[in-house]
């Protein structure tokens, strides 16, 4: 079974300031990892995944996260913070690329000017 | 690119009515997943269909029913709706090859509001 943790439910960052939100996942089986941001009343969209080979992922925006066995986390970050990255971020595991996601229970960024 | 298509977009209902949600995949994508977000919640999986066939199922209740037709598209059936069952339904697809690392990509989402 997989599970997804997400460490802070608001994070709270001000423009240009380093943004990292945290994930911590379980999994029985070599994860998949994703992250989705959620604008409001949007939809879901994909930032970036893990599924294998290089451990450090670059998704779209500026965000990357990296994946690390070890701590069993990947957690998402992005040098700089825009007010434009204001939203609900969602990292969720899989089982394969196939399988339903398991997600977290999200953590909303704010940028504060 | 196209992207998911889900109508209708919002939807108001009274309680033990029932409601059709329908999910139109990327076009090839031959695999679609339901997902129900509750006001300040994570999307919960509910039922998902591979090839027309039912390949997983979550936290579905019995009230609901979905089928994958031919086109590929889906419906979410909804019946006797409650209250509880206001939420954001978004609908995914995906190539769903076996042990490919296929990723979802979701629809914008009907907004269910239960009076």
């Known amino acids: 079974a997989q599970s997804v943790t997400q460490l802070g439910s608001h994070v709270s960052v001000s423009e240009g300031a380093l943004v990292l939100l945290r994930c911590n996942y379980s999994s029985s089986v070599p994860p998949y990892l994703f992250w989705y941001v959620q604008y409001p009343n949007q939809g879901l969209q994909l930032l970036l995944k893990?599924?294998?080979?290089?451990?450090l992922v670059k998704g779209i925006n500026g965000f990357e996260a990296e994946f690390k066995k070890s701590e069993t986390s990947f957690h998402l970050t992005k040098p700089s913070a825009h007010m434009s990255d204001a939203a609900e971020y969602f990292c969720a595991v899989s089982a394969t690329g196939n399988t339903p996601l398991v997600f977290g229970k999200g953590t909303r960024l704010s940028v504060i000017a | 690119a196209a992207g998911v298509i889900q109508s209708p977009r919002h939807l108001i209902k009274e309680k033990r009515e029932t409601a059709t949600l329908k999910c139109y995949p990327i076009p090839r994508h031959d695999t679609v997943y339901w997902y129900q977000q509750g006001p300040g919640q994570d999307p919960q999986f509910l039922i998902s269909?591979?090839?027309?066939?039912?390949?997983d199922k979550g936290s579905i209740p019995d009230r609901f029913s979905a089928q994958q037709f031919s086109d590929y598209h889906s419906e979410l059936n909804m019946s006797s709706l409650e209250l509880g069952d206001s939420a954001l339904y978004f609908c995914?697809?995906?190539?769903?090859?076996?042990?490919?690392?296929?990723?979802?990509?979701f629809g914008p989402g009907t907004r269910l509001l239960v009076l």
């Open positions: 269909f591979y090839e027309k066939m039912q390949s």
């Open positions: 995914a697809s995906s190539l769903g090859r076996l042990g490919s690392q296929e990723t979802q990509y």
């Open positions: 893990y599924t294998t080979g290089a451990t």
